[in-house]
């Protein structure tokens, strides 16, 4: 499983991973017994336009990096029909 905290940095795949390339950050993570994988919430440099994107995660406190997909934050149950159904 891939491991994401808090705090790690949005970096593009290939670039070097330095806070010169920076492109954003994690604000929170999660688990999601849903999607069985951790979920986190962030704020990247035009997010909204770069839905379906792969960006690395890196972490230099951690000495994590790995690979996140960005996704709308509505990505499960938009119409609401689980909830209401």
Same mark, same amino acid.
């Given at each position: 499983?891939?491991?994401?905290g808090?705090? &790690?940095?949005? +970096?593009?795949?290939? &670039?070097?991973?330095? +806070?010169?390339?920076?492109? %954003?950050?994690?604000?929170?993570?999660?688990?999601?017994?849903?999607?069985?994988?951790l979920i %986190?919430? %962030?704020? +990247?440099?035009?997010?909204?336009?770069?839905?379906? @994107? +792969?960006?690395?995660?890196?972490?230099?406190?951690?000495?994590?990096?790995?690979?996140?997909?960005?996704? @709308?934050?509505?990505?499960?149950?938009?119409?609401?029909?689980?909830?209401? %159904?």
């Amino acid at each position: 499983h891939a491991s994401f905290g808090a705090g &790690a940095h949005f +970096i593009a795949q290939g &670039a070097p991973h330095h +806070i010169k390339h920076d492109e %954003g950050y994690i604000t929170s993570v999660a688990y999601s017994p849903h999607a069985q994988r951790l979920i %986190g919430l %962030g704020l +990247i440099k035009n997010g909204p336009q770069r839905h379906g @994107d +792969i960006v690395v995660a890196y972490d230099q406190m951690r000495g994590q990096h790995t690979l996140v997909e960005l996704v @709308d934050p509505c990505f499960y149950d938009r119409e609401g029909v689980r909830l209401h %159904g």
